[in-house]
């Protein structure tokens, strides 16, 4: 094969815990009678809840084919590459096994912001056995349980410098590292109307720290689709799966299978930043079952667009309409791997 597959998960293959009947009849044509993948594919998530054997366990029981961990890519899987932060202490947000993913990712002094709680209970440093460190890194993995919590512990952290407890003082500005992983405004689960994602918890966070001191709040990195940086990692991930089963033509193009505009199909924004890679092109596909409505449209005039907040996307994403724009339109994920066949003339 000269091409691979990148798969979106919500909306796409399940929705909420309930699978999207096509999917496994999709899945089915992918493999061959061993249970071998056909084609490279890698399964882009902008969930970061989880270890990746886990969302590897999910997938194979809802697809019935078996994945490996190495084919799925969390949203935080680019911070492997963050190798600077690794040996730092770092305060981590989000819901799941939080230390157990910092770990995985290479974390060796993480921080919940539940232990800061405990720390600092009313804000006031207490002494215990363990006083973490100062904390020089904020990682947002995903949208919290308790977000009044987490939006006022991260304002202390990002105000007092990473010294929770002292006075705020505004002159510390840029503000200490924050990497924030899935810019996803909404997600689609069981219920009929999307659900607030993490990029909510982050326009929060960014119009509470703008609203006290006045300032931008800056990001050391923001990753997750549609940045630039998962695609690439997405893409080494494709052609390492080709290098094993030790197919000699070169991929030449990536699908990405999603079903929602400003995250799987904005994507094409860095085409031109492959380079250095195999791919020369990627392709978007979207599907009907999840966030995208066939109904709605994407308003001409940018600048109402973004004064209306019609445009989902990150504060700090460029919004170009040309890039809302899909390669292909098909019902569900069954008639994309149809397609894809078809356009790549691959017979299985």
């Known amino acids: 094969p000269s091409f691979g597959f990148l798969f979106d998960i919500d909306g796409v293959l399940v929705r909420g815990k309930t699978p999207i009947p096509a999917a496994r009849t999709a899945f089915q044509k992918l493999v061959n009678s061993q249970g071998q993948f056909l084609v490279p594919v890698v399964f882009v998530t902008n969930a970061g809840n989880c270890l990746r054997q886990k969302k590897a366990d999910q997938l194979s029981q809802i697809l019935g084919v078996p994945i490996s961990q190495d084919q799925v890519m969390m949203s935080h899987s680019p911070l492997r590459m963050f190798k600077r932060y690794h040996q730092k202490c770092v305060l981590v947000s989000g819901q799941g096994p939080l230390l157990d993913i910092a770990q995985d990712l290479g974390f060796s002094q993480p921080i919940t912001i539940e232990t800061l709680r405990e720390k600092y209970p009313l804000l006031d440093v207490v002494d215990h056995d363990r006083t973490p460190d100062v904390l020089v890194t904020v990682v947002l993995f995903g949208e919290p349980v308790r977000w009044e919590t987490n939006l006022q512990l991260i304002i202390d952290v990002l105000l007092t410098s990473g010294y929770p407890g002292n006075p705020y003082h505004h002159e510390s500005y840029p503000h200490i590292p924050v990497l924030a992983c899935n810019m996803d405004l909404m ?9 607030f994602g993490h990029g909510t918890f982050m326009v929060c966070l960014e119009n509470i720290y703008k609203k006290i001191t006045g300032k931008d709040l800056k990001y ?3 990753m997750g689709k549609p940045s630039e940086l998962t695609y690439q990692y997405a893409e080494y991930l494709i052609r390492a799966q080709a290098a094993e089963r030790q ?5 030449q193009t990536l699908y990405a299978v999603g079903d929602n505009l400003m995250t ?5 924004s860095w085409e031109n930043e492959l380079a250095s890679a195999a791919a020369t092109h990627c392709r978007s596909v979207l599907v009907c079952t999840g966030v995208y409505n066939p109904h709605t449209e994407v308003p001409l005039d940018t600048k109402e667009s ?7 996307g990150h ?4 919004f170009d309409p040309g890039l809302v724009e899909p390669d292909h339109i098909v019902p569900d ?10 356009l790549e003339n691959f017979a299985p």
């Open 306 to 312: 973004i004064t209306e907040t019609v445009f989902h």
């Open 264 to 268: 799987d199909v904005y994507d094409n």
């Open 315 to 318: 504060r700090d994403f460029r």
């Open 220 to 222: 050391e990195a923001l």
């Open 333 to 342: 994920v069954d008639a994309a791997v149809d397609l894809i066949f078809q």
């Open 247 to 251: 197919w000699k033509q070169p991929i």
């Open 187 to 195: 997600w689609v689960a069981e219920a009929q109307s999307p659900r």
